[in-house]
């Protein structure tokens, strides 16, 4: 398949090193060749059954860094060899412009209204903006087209395509999702799911349930996303991640955010934890294998992970800090929105950026990324309240009410003086995600606890002492060890005593953890703060949990009444 020629549409005429732009081809003569050992499906998406004029078909990751420095302005290779890009205007997902087609089957499966991610739109706004996404990749001299995998379990994958318009779209899917075999390939068929990524054209701000130039939509009847006004590449993958939120429950497979490893004996623990909780940092272990870092499913046979490559922030990332992320930024990764020294082309990574690469890239990555069912479940908390525990043993309700929660707390912001911790609730640790009510998640989750006999604790890796400003952050290689104790076993022989309040079973005492610390209200001078800060706290849980007391689960509704009482009694 050629891979250097053309003029491409007028936005994406910007050429790095030299202009190829300057062969200029009609479109009604370009021929799809496909490369050596592939076969190029015959790809026809529009309705008036005009065809993409000229399909790159899987390319390779140096045929994609070839069309991206040459075609894609903002395009240039780092120093370790990664291929560093820009994603325009929008440089995080637009949760907001998301949009999920609302017809007779999703109004009754899926969780729409308070607290949900997911805002409705009609089957026929859906078709407008795909229409506009399918024409402006057709006015293309050429597209990118990825035929892939997600989920590792061989019984459950899915096959996805991802049809774009940008070089480094293709590499980034090409990173974050399984990559085929030229076997795989020729036998491929029809795929499961296709997303239409034509991110670099807005969509009509005009349109019914439009409120900006983007828009994110999914269709579950029809089996496609469309991207209109964005080239973050993140919304394609968090895209594919609530797909599985949809289909796997539907198999009987809970669909999971979290990062997952493996000890050497063959026993896997689950971590759960938003943004600042430490869930990378705990989940990479060099004596433990990684499943993977962010996206799994449940199932029958185990766990799996979704996907076939990693997706890190890279805000201040160093080699002393994390050195496998670090080591894996080279040749094949893809960096977006850094900046770098011109001249050195060394990265600057005290700026917000954000990579993809394949998980490969990991040295202790197990290959295929599936294990046995889970041990251990564990819920991470960056409490900047310094309220909770360092550690507790959760009960099987206590732990549907802390997943269902899916808190944290932040510092409210970096002025002087500003010291309120701000507290950050995102149900089962990924609301954004979910398609379904969060309190079904929840039900699958304690199941196959039940089922299979996995402990779950929920770890604070925030402060103690006090709050943010007075108390102090928990030293990491005292989490470390917690979380060391969590895999051995041992913590499951210690002693326990149960807190107030939020009545957490806490242990006594751990091998290299101050005993005193294990208890939070040891560790405030001022007893009274600590008090009003742990009402506070669980004032917020309780406000929180009101969205979701409605929900019914069984039918004699108990399981609903006892996960209600798992909360903060006071």
């Known amino acids: 398949m050629a891979v250097g020629e053309t003029k491409v549409a007028q936005e994406e005429c910007k050429v790095v090193n030299g202009d190829h732009a300057s062969n200029k081809t009609k479109i009604d003569n370009l021929k799809r060749s496909p490369a050596p050992n592939h076969f190029t499906p015959t790809i026809c998406v529009s309705d008036g059954a005009s065809k993409f004029t000229k399909v790159l078909y899987n390319l390779t990751p140096a045929e994609l ?36 087609v609302k017809d007779e089957s999703t109004e009754q499966e899926l969780w729409w209204g308070n607290g949900s991610p997911n805002i409705e739109m009609d089957e026929q706004t859906f078709m407008v903006n795909r229409e506009t996404a399918v024409e402006y990749l057709n006015s293309l001299d050429k597209v990118f087209v990825n035929d892939q995998f997600i989920n590792w379990d061989p019984e459950n994958r899915i096959k996805v395509r991802i049809v774009s318009g940008k070089a480094y779209h293709s590499l980034f899917m090409y990173n974050m999702c399984i990559r085929s075999t030229p076997e795989e390939l020729e036998n491929f068929g029809t795929p499961d799911f296709t997303i239409y990524n034509a991110g670099q054209f807005p969509c009509n701000r005009y349109t019914h349930y439009m409120t900006s130039s983007t828009s994110v939509n999914i269709n579950l009847a029809r089996k496609e996303m469309v991207i209109l006004g964005t080239m973050y590449a993140g ?7 609530s797909l599985m939120h949809y289909l796997m429950p539907k198999r009987h497979i809970l669909s999971l955010h979290s990062g997952c490893n493996m000890g050497k004996d063959g026993d896997v623990a689950i971590f759960f934890g938003l943004s600042g909780t430490g869930k990378t940092t705990l989940s990479t272990d060099h004596n433990r294998y990684l499943i993977g870092d962010d996206e799994h499913c449940w199932g029958d046979n185990g766990v799996s992970n979704i996907e076939g490559g990693c997706y890190a922030k890279c805000i201040d990332l160093s080699k002393e800090k994390e050195r496998d992320i670090w080591n894996a930024i080279k040749f094949g990764s893809v960096l977006e929105n850094v900046t770098f020294d011109k001249h050195t082309r060394e990265v600057d990574y005290s700026d917000g950026s954000i990579t993809a690469y394949p998980i490969e890239y990991i040295p202790n990555a197990k290959i295929p990324c599936v294990g046995p069912h889970p041990k251990n479940v564990i819920l991470l908390a960056c409490d900047a309240f310094g309220v ?7 009960n099987l309700a206590q732990t549907m009410y802390h997943f269902i929660s899916g808190y944290t707390a932040l510092v409210a912001g970096t002025e002087e003086g500003v010291k309120e911790p701000r507290a950050t609730f995102s149900a089962c640790f990924g609301a954004a995600f979910l398609m379904l009510h969060p309190t079904k998640y929840a039900a699958m989750l304690a199941e196959k606890m039940q089922k299979h006999g996995a402990t779950a604790w929920l770890v604070n890796t925030g402060w103690s002492g006090g709050r943010y400003g007075s108390g102090k952050r928990i030293k990491l290689s005292y989490t470390r060890k917690i979380i ?34 294990l208890d939070p209200v040891n560790t405030w001078s001022d007893k009274k703060a600590y008090q009003e800060t742990l009402l506070k706290l669980a004032g917020l849980f309780k406000t929180n949990f009101e969205t979701f007391t409605n929900y019914k689960i069984g039918k004699d509704n108990k399981l609903t009444e006892d996960i209600l009482a798992a909360g903060p009694n006071f």
């Open 65 to 100: 860094y070839e069309q991206a420095l040459q075609h894609e302005k903002g395009s240039f290779i780092t120093s370790t060899g990664a291929l560093a890009t820009l994603s325009g205007a929008k440089t995080g997902r637009c949760p907001k412009d998301k949009r999920v």
């Open 235 to 241: 919304e394609m993958k968090k895209g594919l991640f």
């Open 388 to 394: 909770l525990p360092p550690v507790s043993k959760l």
């Open 484 to 517: 060391d104790a969590i895999h051995s076993g041992s913590l499951l022989n210690a002693n326990y005593k149960k807190t107030e309040v939020f009545g957490l079973e806490i242990p006594t005492e751990i091998e290299g953890v101050p005993s005193e610390m």
